[in-house]
């Protein structure tokens, strides 16, 4: 008999409802706090009461308005990067990340009307702001001052802008709209200097086993990419509309990237984003990506605050995703997305009645399989994590009744998008 998991539910289940979520940001929020408090000491005076106002501010935010900053990836990036430069006593970083924080609270409060704030820098003559896909160029190199008075936003040596211009994003306005997904929200944009840093250091890093270095470079969002990544929305919308809206839930970047290495990914240090290869398109693998790097996305919120597994984060297990030994939680992470990728296909394919989606199910199917007997045999599962694999395992034997499944041999099951 399959145990469902009352924490960890398999299905997609709507933001507002999803204990995972109000975890992840109450403690994003708490550790907000703690680091101004922790820092307060130890930075120059106007940084210092710079966080300690970001911090206040930001706990006085309605939980929704929070919670889309605490899930947005650049904060994820932002706060990755300032946790990382306190612990190595980086000074000089921690100084000039800490004012980065009000280009996340300026628009939460620009909506409330009551907006005095200090702002950094702005970055090749643009002031972003985050969750916000409205930007301003801005000329000049120095520190701003941005406040809101009689339906403008003042920035300090610089003409006045009206504020409901800048908040709305459905008409023309002042300063540059990026792209997004047709027919959502979801911004389509590797143009913010923070993609381009992050692309440095993945490409220098060491490559995991049987993988190049890799080459990643910005690409720019052009018109054919965001029609064919809207149509991938649209059928996934049809056949699976709840697993649309995790998309749209959970996805606030799509950010487009060419290589001859990697295809599509994402990362713990950008949770809410998917780094996706615009140079190759194909039906079938579209929707594939989307449920899969979506689904990493809500697994990184569950075992945040959840524990699915008693094991240290050094300890290695074969995979059938990848070459070598890998982390457990890589592939843990791996059986309940490419579960669930499979039941995508599985629904447009009845849907549509197209092959090529059912012909690429008994693939998955057995990548799974070996996934899961790995994972039962040389994995310490808590309960939820047992009860997740469980449901996972269930939909797994109901694909293979109806498609089949590879041979575990077949070059496909190490085969990487």
Same mark, same amino acid.
């Given at each position: 008999?399959?145990?469902?998991?009352?924490?960890?539910?398999?299905?997609?289940?709507?933001?507002?409802?999803?204990?995972?979520?109000?975890?992840?940001?109450?403690?994003?929020?708490?550790?907000?706090?703690?680091?101004?408090?922790?820092?307060?000491?130890?930075?120059?005076?106007?940084?210092?009461?710079?966080?300690?106002?970001?911090?206040?501010?930001?706990?006085?935010?309605?939980?929704?308005?929070?919670?889309?900053?605490?899930?947005?990836?650049?904060?994820?990036?932002?706060?990755?990067?300032?946790?990382?430069?306190?612990?190595?006593?980086?000074?000089?970083?921690?100084?000039?990340?800490?004012?980065?924080?009000?280009?996340?609270?300026?628009?939460?409060?620009?909506?409330?009307?009551?907006?005095?704030?200090?702002?950094?820098p702005p970055r090749a003559g643009e002031l972003r702001f985050p969750g916000h896909r409205r930007h301003l160029r801005v000329e000049g190199s120095g520190a701003l001052r941005a406040?809101?008075?009689?339906?403008?936003l003042v920035l300090t040596g610089h003409d006045a802008v009206p504020v409901a211009e800048l908040l709305d994003e459905h008409r023309p306005g002042p300063g540059v709209l990026r792209?997004?997904?047709?027919?959502?929200?979801?911004?389509?944009?590797?143009?913010?200097?923070?993609?381009?840093?992050?692309?440095?250091?993945?490409?220098?890093?060491?490559?995991?086993?049987?993988?190049?270095?890799? !080459? #990643?470079?910005?690409? /720019?969002?052009?018109?054919?990419?965001? $029609?064919?990544?809207?149509? =991938?929305?649209?059928? @996934?919308? *049809?056949?699976?509309?709840?697993?649309?809206?995790?998309?749209?839930?959970?996805?606030?970047?799509?950010?487009?990237?060419?290589?001859?290495?990697?295809?599509?990914?994402?990362?713990?240090?950008?949770?809410?984003?998917?780094?996706?290869?615009?140079?190759?398109?194909?039906?079938?693998?579209?929707?594939?990506?989307?449920?899969?790097?979506?689904?990493?996305?809500?697994?990184?919120?569950?075992?945040?605050?959840?524990?699915?597994?008693?094991?240290?984060?050094?300890?290695?297990?074969?995979?059938?995703?990848?070459?070598?030994?890998?982390?457990?939680?890589?592939?843990?992470?791996?059986?309940?997305?490419?579960?669930?990728?499979?039941?995508?296909?599985?629904?447009?394919?009845?849907?549509?009645? !197209? #092959?090529?989606?059912? /012909?690429?199910?008994?693939?998955?199917? $057995?990548?799974?399989?070996? =996934?899961?007997?790995? @994972?039962? *045999?040389?994995?310490?599962?808590?309960?939820?994590?047992?009860?997740?694999?469980?449901?996972?395992?269930?939909?797994?034997?109901?694909?293979?009744?109806?498609?089949?499944?590879?041979?575990?041999?077949?070059?496909?099951?190490?085969?990487?998008?």
């Amino acid at each position: 008999m399959t145990t469902i998991s009352p924490t960890v539910p398999f299905s997609p289940v709507p933001k507002e409802s999803d204990a995972s979520v109000a975890r992840f940001a109450e403690f994003r929020l708490a550790g907000l706090g703690r680091f101004a408090g922790l820092l307060g000491t130890r930075l120059p005076a106007a940084e210092a009461a710079l966080l300690e106002r970001g911090a206040r501010l930001a706990a006085e935010l309605d939980r929704p308005e929070w919670t889309d900053i605490a899930l947005h990836p650049y904060y994820s990036y932002w706060w990755s990067r300032l946790s990382q430069a306190v612990a190595a006593g980086r000074a000089a970083e921690v100084t000039s990340l800490v004012p980065e924080l009000s280009r996340f609270l300026l628009v939460p409060l620009l909506r409330r009307g009551d907006v005095d704030l200090a702002l950094p820098p702005p970055r090749a003559g643009e002031l972003r702001f985050p969750g916000h896909r409205r930007h301003l160029r801005v000329e000049g190199s120095g520190a701003l001052r941005a406040r809101a008075a009689n339906g403008e936003l003042v920035l300090t040596g610089h003409d006045a802008v009206p504020v409901a211009e800048l908040l709305d994003e459905h008409r023309p306005g002042p300063g540059v709209l990026r792209p997004a997904i047709p027919g959502t929200a979801v911004e389509f944009d590797s143009s913010d200097p923070w993609v381009g840093k992050f692309f440095e250091v993945e490409n220098v890093a060491a490559p995991s086993p049987g993988r190049s270095r890799d !080459d #990643l470079e910005p690409a /720019e969002a052009d018109v054919a990419a965001q $029609t064919w990544l809207g149509g =991938a929305v649209d059928r @996934l919308g *049809r056949a699976w509309p709840e697993m649309r809206r995790e998309f749209e839930d959970y996805v606030r970047l799509v950010a487009p990237f060419s290589s001859q290495v990697r295809a599509a990914f994402t990362n713990v240090g950008w949770q809410g984003a998917v780094f996706l290869r615009t140079t190759v398109h194909d039906d079938v693998q579209d929707v594939e990506r989307l449920v899969h790097e979506t689904s990493h996305l809500r697994l990184n919120l569950v075992m945040a605050r959840t524990k699915l597994y008693d094991h240290d984060a050094a300890d290695r297990v074969p995979s059938p995703f990848r070459a070598g030994l890998r982390p457990i939680m890589g592939l843990y992470h791996g059986a309940f997305v490419v579960t669930r990728a499979a039941r995508a296909l599985d629904r447009v394919h009845r849907l549509d009645g !197209d #092959l090529g989606y059912g /012909e690429r199910i008994p693939v998955l199917v $057995t990548q799974v399989r070996l =996934a899961l007997g790995t @994972l039962r *045999r040389d994995v310490r599962l808590t309960p939820d994590g047992a009860a997740l694999l469980d449901e996972a395992d269930a939909h797994i034997t109901d694909l293979a009744a109806a498609y089949g499944a590879a041979a575990p041999d077949e070059p496909k099951i190490y085969e990487e998008f």
